[in-house]
């Protein structure tokens, strides 16, 4: 029989990035948080974290921290229908690993009703959709927006659409840079935005342009501020459409090169034994996204 106390004692260390943090969140001295991950690694027979800053959890922590995540989304369809007390763990944020430019775009306006009905809170890890994936695998999250179709084991995706971005810059960059149009010449010199390290988009629209994927650019991890350093004409990049049709309509920002884009699917990802609320929260984006697709 598993203890709850020990696995809900990984889960916050993970959480919270610290055995510190950890033990305000449960209340407990730091030492007790200590005591009861080695209690846990030395009943799974394996260690649980990496003691790194911040803690890392093990392959055999993952599959813990993957049970975990699905228990407290039971306990609290069974807390609805069985009132057994408010426990600490009575309203639960549910974590949910998702793209930047989803959370500035559609994200919103798809859970806003499900979280007033429900009481819902969220908490929302940011990352490029090519890796927030990671987080279900390794147990931090019950539910992912990413731009990968295949599900990790014990999961479910569901498809919610492509979102397109397009190449575009400020009139002024457009003027100093590609006057004489876009070339490669041009490309080797004009500095562009991008996301952060693992994000390919810009890339991907180069080579599917007849470019090189080799440039110039700013680090930007901000789905605002990477508009806002594009209309300051520092540089040009991919954003999706629904996040500047304001600035394309009255000309503050341009495309670089018209009519050509880059679609990205989006999939949300979500655990197969999730309970009552993730399966609601599922029929919610299935309703709110695929009516008007990302």
């Not at 974290?49 to 093990?58: A, G, K, N, Q, W």
């Not at 639960?92 to 499900?114: E, F, H, K, Q």
Request: with cysteine; charged share 25%.
């Amino acid at each position: 029989m598993l203890d709850y106390k020990l696995l809900l004692a990984l889960a916050a260390v993970v959480e919270e990035g610290g055995f510190e943090r950890a033990a305000r969140v449960l209340g407990l001295s730091q030492s007790a948080v200590s005591q009861r991950i080695k209690l846990l690694e030395s009943r799974a027979g394996a260690p649980v974290l990496m003691r790194v800053t911040p803690p890392v959890p093990t392959d055999t922590g993952k599959r813990l921290l993957n049970h975990v995540q699905q228990v407290r989304l039971l306990e609290r369809d069974l807390q609805r229908d069985v009132p057994l007390g408010e426990g600490e763990d009575a309203n639960p944020r549910l974590r949910v690993a998702l793209n930047a430019d989803s959370l500035a775009t559609w994200w919103a306006g798809a859970v806003a009703d499900l979280c007033r009905e429900e009481n819902l809170l969220l908490e929302l890890l940011v990352d490029d959709q090519d890796v927030v994936l990671r987080r279900m695998r390794d147990g931090e999250v019950a539910g992912c927006v990413c731009a990968t179709e295949q599900p990790v084991a014990g999961a479910r995706s569901l498809p919610l659409g492509a979102m397109r971005y397009l190449a575009v810059a400020s009139p002024v960059f457009i003027d100093r840079h590609f006057a004489a149009g876009v070339s490669q010449a041009a490309l080797q010199r004009a500095p562009a935005i991008v996301f952060g390290p693992d994000d390919r988009l810009q890339h991907r629209f180069l080579e599917r342009c007849g470019f090189s994927e080799s440039f110039p650019h700013h680090l930007c991890p901000s789905s605002e501020g990477f508009v806002r350093l594009i209309d300051a004409g520092m540089g040009w990049g991919l954003v999706p459409a629904l996040q500047i049709r304001a600035e394309l309509a009255s000309g503050r920002l341009r495309e670089i090169l018209p009519g050509r884009y880059v679609e990205v699917p989006l999939y949300w990802h979500y655990w197969r034994n999730g309970g009552r609320l993730l399966e609601a929260l599922t029929r919610q984006l299935a309703a709110k996204v695929l009516q008007g697709r990302p």
